[in-house]
C-alpha cells in the first residue's frame, strides 16, 4: 500500500521569500503524485500532479514541484511567496493506470507574513 | 459547470440521530469516495465506489455506510452519529482509468456531533 509522509506540519514564512514544502512517498509500483491547496474554509484545490515524464511539473499560482524517483520525494516550492498563499497543503499519491485511493500527507500548513 | 455537490455545508446534530449528508456529481465519473479531514491526520478515505451498486470500504468506515443506486449520487449515511465523527467531509469523484485527471472535490461538509 502506498503512503505519503509531510515532514513539516508548519512552515512559516516571510512575502516574497521562497518556500519548499516537503513530501515523501512509499510504494513498491508506479505512482501518481499530486498536490492540493486548501484556503480557509474551502474545499481543495489542484495545485499540480506528476504523471510520467518530466520530472520538474508546473502548477497554478507559480508552484512547481520536483519528482525525484531515487529519494522518492516529491517536494514543492515557489520562489517567492505573497500573502495569499496563506493556506493548507497537501501531498496525495494514487497507484498510477487506474483511479484509486488517493492517499493524502497529514498536510502543511503554510503561513505568510509581512 | 463541472462539479461535486455536497449537502449540508454545516451541520450539528446529536448523538444517535441518524444523518444522511449527499454528494451528487454532474461529470458522469464512475469513481467516487468519501474522505474526512481532521486536525494533524490529513484526510482519510471512508468508502468509495466503483461504479452503480459497487462499494467497498476505505481506511476508516466504522460508523459510515454508503449506497451507490445511481452513478450521480453517494450519500454518506450515520446511522448513530457519535462525537468522534465530528470532522469535515468530502466527496470525490474521478473517472475510472482517469486518476491521471486528479479528482474533483466538493465544498466540504462541516459536522458536530453534540
Known amino acids: 500500500a502506498q503512503s505519503v509522509t509531510q515532514l513539516d506540519s508548519q512552515v512559516p514564512v516571510f512575502e516574497e521569500a521562497p518556500v519548499e514544502l516537503r513530501c515523501n512517498y512509499s510504494?513498491?509500483?508506479?505512482?501518481?503524485l499530486f498536490w492540493y491547496v486548501q484556503y480557509p474554509n474551502q474545499g481543495l484545490q489542484l495545485l499540480l500532479k506528476?504523471?510520467?515524464?518530466?520530472?520538474l511539473v508546473k502548477g497554478i499560482n507559480g508552484f512547481e514541484a520536483e519528482f525525484n524517483k531515487s529519494q522518492t520525494s516529491f517536494h514543492l516550492r515557489k520562489p517567492s511567496v505573497h500573502i495569499s498563499d496563506t493556506a493548507e497543503y497537501f501531498c496525495?499519491?494514487?497507484?498510477?493506470?487506474?483511479?484509486?485511493?488517493?492517499?493524502f500527507g497529514t498536510g502543511t500548513r503554510l503561513q505568510v507574513t509581512l | 459547470e463541472a462539479q461535486v455537490t455536497q449537502n449540508p455545508r454545516y451541520l450539528i446534530t446529536v448523538t444517535g440521530k441518524k444523518l444522511t449528508v449527499t454528494c451528487s456529481q454532474n461529470?458522469?465519473?464512475?469513481?467516487m469516495s468519501w474522505y474526512r479531514q481532521d486536525p494533524g491526520l490529513g484526510l482519510r478515505q471512508i468508502y468509495y465506489?466503483?461504479?452503480?451498486?459497487?462499494?467497498d470500504k476505505g481506511d476508516v468506515p466504522e460508523g459510515y455506510k454508503v449506497s451507490r443506486k445511481e452513478k450521480r449520487n453517494f450519500p454518506l449515511i450515520l446511522e448513530s452519529p457519535s462525537p468522534n465523527q465530528t470532522s469535515l467531509y468530502f466527496c470525490?469523484?474521478?473517472?475510472?482509468?482517469?486518476?491521471?485527471?486528479?479528482?474533483?472535490f466538493g465544498s466540504g461538509t462541516r459536522l458536530t456531533v453534540v
Open positions: 470525490a469523484s474521478s473517472l475510472m482509468g482517469g486518476a491521471s485527471k486528479g479528482y474533483t
Open positions: 510504494s513498491s509500483v508506479s505512482v501518481y
Open positions: 506528476y504523471l510520467s515524464g518530466s520530472t
Open positions: 461529470m458522469n465519473h464512475e469513481y
Open positions: 465506489s466503483m461504479n452503480v451498486e459497487v462499494t
Open positions: 496525495a499519491v494514487t497507484l498510477s493506470g487506474t483511479a484509486s485511493k488517493l492517499t
